[in-house]
């Protein structure tokens, strides 16, 4: 049974830095794993994600040049570094696991597995 346990979130001011970590269990396969986020009354966006056979991540446009995903060496554990935050950061994030059509657009969220959410808040 494949899981994501996150965590990290929490509530910064506008400028500040948080961290999310997501750790995944029961998966052994390559794949696609990363961030999705959803503030309400919007749709799910694609954050950032990685491929775990190694990869150049790939990052949505409103995030370029101020989060930065990573994998830890055992490529089951992806982190989510936010700098610079802003109050449009403002949402729910989720970790996603494993994309069935992972040569199509990666940042799209038809993912199989996903994460309970954990919020962030950036307060102006």
């Known amino acids: 049974q494949v899981q994501l346990v996150e965590s990290g979130g929490g509530s910064v001011q506008a400028g500040g830095s948080l961290r999310l970590s997501c750790a995944a269990s029961g998966y052994t396969e390559k794949n696609y794993m990363g961030w999705f986020r959803q503030a309400p009354g919007k749709a799910r966006e694609g954050v950032a994600v990685?491929?775990?056979?190694?990869?150049?991540?790939y990052y949505g446009d409103s995030v370029k040049g101020r989060f930065t995903i990573s994998l830890d060496s055992a490529k089951t554990t992806v982190y989510l570094q936010m700098n610079s935050l802003k109050p449009d950061d403002t949402a729910m994030y989720f970790c996603a696991l494993h994309k069935p059509r992972n040569w199509i657009r990666p940042l799209d969220p038809d993912y199989t597995y996903w994460g309970q959410g954990t919020q962030v808040t950036v307060s102006s």
């Open positions: 990685i491929y775990t056979g190694g990869s150049t991540p």
